[in-house]
């Protein structure tokens, strides 16, 4: 019985046309062996099975539902998720369908260019990230990036360098933060982190990191061009006990990454943890039209 | 023309108004207030439960002269149930005190919180209103017990330090728990009106630093008075006497001081 052999960059994979299943062969021999015609329609016939399927192998439907996801796109999303490919003899049970949904997890909270989180994933671990303060009253932080100045970048040097600084920005990002801490593409060249557990203490240090290593970080262009670039940071703890909302959360985080542009950029700017303290000015004017003014008088100016 | 009538509310709806009493400052009376604002209450007909969420270092039991076996510490540790907590005090109104065992938790864990929660889901149907009698200070113990409040209450007396206080702790509610309205019960004003000035100062204050710090779109924090009690040697009376001023003394200044901000509260 002749065997249709295709080859991927894994091991070797046999379709056996009479009962349509398939099975793995890892026998490098068999490489670019047997190329032939009807290797190419076997092929061609494997790619259009539909990948989703509850049924056994052997008993794969008929494909011809246009709604199914097909092989070949699901082979093509298992690919470009990284997730290890399953075995493909695996198709339709359980292992194959739960990869599959992995992939495709993966690939829709993922930025493409950058490889982290997009805004999507990003929304669902912040709300996550709310959850969990309201209930515990651990610190959190939400840091706002925006690459200084980036429109120059683009206008100078043209967009292929834009892309090139976003991927090494998003780079420096990821080797600052702990795993736990979500990094995502926010949009254009804002960038967002969320850092769970994060004490006040801290985070002012970590925004610093941030800010340091993309300065020092040299990004080459093209060919013996290095560009160097700045970010600025805005950061904002959780109100902690209760349940704060997204967009006022990224709104403070925002307020401070503004802060952070006016003051001259290429700085980090984190919204004080709330103050209990009075200021003298607070309690001067709280004082003021009082009638305790005497016996609050000090000899200070 | 028929017009969209709103649809009754689920009977599960009904739950007590949840009010914080807090003060910022220490020995203001806060829980004095707690006590006899909560026996007014109950007078005006409310189901009320006073819980001392200051965790074992109220004073509540020494203003009620209570000292229970069973304790909310016996109900955190498993070895009594809500129901057996749970006391009549003199005023006509239900008091769940926390125990000197509870000095333990003061410092807020996932657990602690987790239990107070339970607790206030439990009760909250079963009362009209519950209060919270808070801490002094505002750690983060009382900051949770204030975040589990519907309202909240800020207990301050005309002196610059409570004042100072009591104005620290309204910017950390409106800030970090974005409470836009406070409400305020001076305690031992020595004239009449003196609780509307102490209003008009700390809302001025508020109006030019704490609103204006707010993000965009915040709502303005208000103060409201909920009335003023005038120093009264009566109370001093009935705390040594370890009485609700309201049971032994009902006639005097500072009585009345306290039942009108109970009718305050009940008047919409």
């Known amino acids: 019985m002749e065997w249709p052999v295709t080859q991927r960059t894994g091991p070797l994979w046999l379709i056996d046309p009479k009962s349509a299943s398939l099975e793995a062969l890892r026998c490098p021999k068999l490489a670019g062996n047997h190329v032939s015609n009807r290797f190419v329609r076997a092929e061609k016939a494997l790619l259009d099975w539909p990948a989703i399927t509850a049924l056994p192998v052997s008993h794969p439907p008929a494909p011809t539902e246009h709604s199914q996801l097909k092989l070949g796109a699901a082979l093509q999303l298992l690919g470009q998720s990284g997730h290890p490919l399953p075995e493909l003899n695996d198709v339709g049970s359980a292992v194959w369908l739960q990869a599959v949904i992995d992939a495709l997890c993966d690939l829709s909270s993922r930025d493409p260019l950058t490889g982290l989180a997009n805004r999507r994933h990003f929304e669902l671990a912040l709300a996550r990230e709310i959850d969990r303060v309201a209930r515990a009253g651990e610190p959190a932080l939400v840091l706002m990036v925006d690459i200084d100045r980036f429109k120059l970048v683009n206008d100078n040097h043209g967009h292929a360098a834009g892309d090139l600084v976003i991927q090494a920005v998003a780079q420096c990002l990821m080797e600052c933060v702990r795993p736990m801490d979500t990094v995502s593409r926010f949009g254009g060249e804002e960038f967002a982190i969320i850092l769970p557990n994060c004490p006040p203490a801290f985070g002012q240090q970590v925004a610093e990191r941030i800010r340091r290593k993309v300065e020092q970080r040299e990004v080459t262009i093209a060919l013996s061009q290095v560009l160097n670039v700045t970010i600025s940071l805005g950061g904002a703890f959780a109100p902690q006990w209760v349940r704060s909302s997204a967009p006022l959360w990224i709104e403070r985080a925002d307020q401070q990454l503004y802060r952070a542009k006016s003051e001259g950029r290429n700085r980090a700017c984190l919204e004080m943890p709330p103050v209990s303290l009075v200021s003298a000015e607070e309690k001067g004017l709280l004082f003021a039209t009082s009638q305790f003014e005497e016996e609050d008088h000090t000899s200070n100016p | ?268």
Not at chain 2, 102 to 123: G, N, P
Not at chain 2, 147 to 171: F, W
């Open chain 2, 1 to 268: 023309m028929s017009t969209p009538t709103n649809p009754p509310a689920p009977a599960t709806a009904k739950r007590a108004r949840i009010l914080a009493v807090t003060s910022g400052k220490g020995g203001v009376g806060k829980t004095f207030v707690s006590a006899n604002l909560a026996a007014a209450l109950a007078r005006r007909g409310e189901r009320v439960l006073v819980l001392d969420a200051d965790l074992g270092l109220a004073n509540l039991d020494v203003v009620l002269n209570l000292f229970p076996k069973i304790t909310l510490h016996d109900v955190f540790t498993g070895k009594a149930s809500l129901e057996d907590a749970i006391l009549p005090a003199p005023g006509g109104f239900s008091v769940l005190l926390a125990g000197s065992g509870l000095v333990e938790y003061s410092r807020l864990t996932a657990e602690v919180r987790d239990q107070l929660l339970k607790i206030i889901e439990v009760v909250a149907p079963r009362y009209d209103r519950i209060l919270l009698d808070t801490g002094a200070g505002i750690s983060d113990v009382v900051l949770f017990a204030v975040s589990l409040a519907t309202e909240v209450l800020v207990v301050a007396t005309p002196e610059p330090t409570s004042l100072t206080d009591a104005y620290a702790t309204i910017k950390v509610l409106a800030t970090q728990q974005q409470r836009s309205a406070i409400a305020l019960v001076v305690n031992q004003v020595s004239r009449s009106g003196e609780g509307r000035v102490i209003r008009g100062q700390l809302q001025q204050v508020v109006d030019r630093f704490v609103t204006p710090s707010l993000p965009a779109g915040s709502a303005p924090v208000k103060i409201e008075l909920l009335g003023e009690i005038p120093i009264d040697k009566s109370v001093r009376e009935a705390v040594q006497r370890r009485q609700l001023l309201l049971e032994t003394l009902p006639g005097c200044e500072a009585a009345k001081g306290i039942l009108a901000v109970a009718a305050k509260l009940t008047t919409p």
